[in-house]
């Protein structure tokens, strides 16, 4: 599974572990991706979307029809 949010874009982003004595090493911060199943009442069928914790809570907030739109609006398949 791909670590980027369908509705809002978002993906891991990279830097540095700092140790004590400031030796650097590489590391990455993922978003908190969750896979999750709605029912678009337009089109009469379930859909599967990878979106992240706030995305979630942004579909909660607009509805999954306008969610769609957006995600459609970006140029993603769905």
């Not at 949010?5 to 590391?27: D, E, I, M, Y």
């Not at 009469?44 to 979307?49: D, N, P, T």
Request: charged share 30%.
């Amino acid at each position: 599974m791909s670590a980027h949010c369908q509705l809002t874009g978002v993906k891991p982003v990279f830097g540095n572990n700092a140790s004590h004595s400031h030796r650097r090493t590489r590391r990455r911060w993922d978003p908190n991706i969750q896979r999750r199943r709605y029912w678009l009442e337009s089109e009469g069928r379930h859909v599967r979307l990878t979106l992240s914790a706030r995305a979630i809570k942004t579909i909660d907030k607009i509805g999954i029809e306008q969610a769609v739109a957006r995600i459609r609006a970006r140029g993603e398949k769905i």
